[in-house]
């Protein structure tokens, strides 16, 4: 029997570079309530948005992940054909087949590796973050590409008065290589398929192909009430695992970076963590919405681009939604070499 080698990985990694891209069209609140029976300040009270992206027709994922994937290739000083992996993490990509990742490859300059997407609701960014922390420090790769895209736009009833405000398009995008000091603690992350319908796409696509009525698309449902109790009970629990995980406390936290999917839900996290008042916590959602996969590299980029956050801050990202899935992980912001 012949000795087989493992690959040699890399043992300290973190983020080298970050960017982003939102669509140019903002949509306010005022517009949304042109289709349903509400009120600028019913959805602020209620959510903590003003106004979100949305964009245009003609624009894609792809398109949104290559502006977002290029920008944090050079804020890593870096190029596509440094590139090793492209994840995607997405849950509108509008092709079942092939993975949007593979053409964002192929346009940042990275032709030829291996390229895919992972569709985990709105922990999907934790999740792809976890597998390349794995492909880098498994020897597998040595820089990998992590992108965020939605353009959820698309896939809402603008009648529908339960979540038709909610959600926003957008791009983020962070590089994940070798680094001096680790920068990535260990991801704690599951799933309760037991909720499985509190987020959900209403009606599969042969379903809907097979259908006489073909007025209302395939669109995106949400049962509010139970995301809500859900999520600021339970995940505190999950952020607090990856804290104990990582060996370090609340008050190692300089930067608190929650799915931007409702500002109350975010409060009572904070609150149930008690970081001290020096934490900064993300509230990218005022003015982009929630944008599933890609709210949190969305909402590190707006905090480090602000000066809310400093690059090498210690930060606790947590990813929640649809699945009902989650992803929690301490990290160390990356640096950011903006113009």
Not at 34 to 41: A, G, M, Q, R
Not at 241 to 252: F, G, I, N, Q
Request: hydrophobic residues 40%; aromatic residues 6%.
């Amino acid at each position: 029997m012949v000795e087989l080698h493992e690959a040699t990985g890399i043992k300290n990694i973190g983020m080298l570079g970050i960017g982003a891209y939102r669509p140019e069209r903002v949509v306010t609140n005022d517009e949304i309530c042109e289709n349903i029976d509400s009120s600028d300040e019913w959805i602020y009270t209620r959510t903590g948005i003003k106004t979100r992206r949305f964009a245009r027709h003609d624009e894609t994922v792809v398109e949104m992940g290559v502006n977002a994937g290029r920008t944090a290739i050079a804020n890593a000083l870096l190029s596509g054909t440094d590139i090793d992996a492209v994840i995607l993490a997405t849950n509108t990509h509008l092709l079942q087949t092939p993975a949007g990742a593979v053409k964002i490859a192929t346009e940042l300059g990275a032709n030829g590796v291996p390229a895919f997407d992972v569709t985990v609701g709105c922990a999907g960014f934790g999740y792809a973050m976890s597998l390349a922390g794995d492909m880098v420090r498994g020897g597998s790769a040595t820089n990998v590409l992590v992108i965020g895209a939605e353009q959820l736009s698309v896939t809402l009833d603008m009648t529908d008065r339960g979540n038709c405000f909610i959600f926003g398009d957008g791009a983020g995008a962070v590089v994940i290589g070798p680094t001096e000091k680790q920068g990535l603690g260990p991801v704690v992350w599951g799933s309760d398929g037991t909720q499985f319908d509190a987020i959900r796409q209403d009606i599969d696509w042969l379903s809907y192909i097979d259908s006489d009525d073909h007025s209302k698309r395939p669109y995106i449902r949400l049962q509010g009430t139970a995301v809500f109790r859900w999520a600021a009970f339970e995940m505190g629990k999950a952020a607090q695992r990856a804290l104990d995980v990582a060996k370090v406390d609340a008050s190692d936290i300089d930067v608190f970076v929650p799915h931007q999917a409702n500002t109350r839900i975010n409060d009572l996290l904070a609150k149930s963590l008690k970081f001290p008042e020096t934490t900064a916590v993300a509230n990218d959602i005022e003015t982009t919405g929630n944008t599933s996969a890609a709210s949190i590299p969305l909402a590190m980029e707006t905090m480090l681009s602000t000066g809310a956050a400093k690059p090498g801050d210690t930060a606790l990202l947590l990813g929640y939604g649809a699945g009902l899935s989650y992803a929690a992980q301490v990290v160390t912001m990356p640096p950011i070499p903006f113009e």
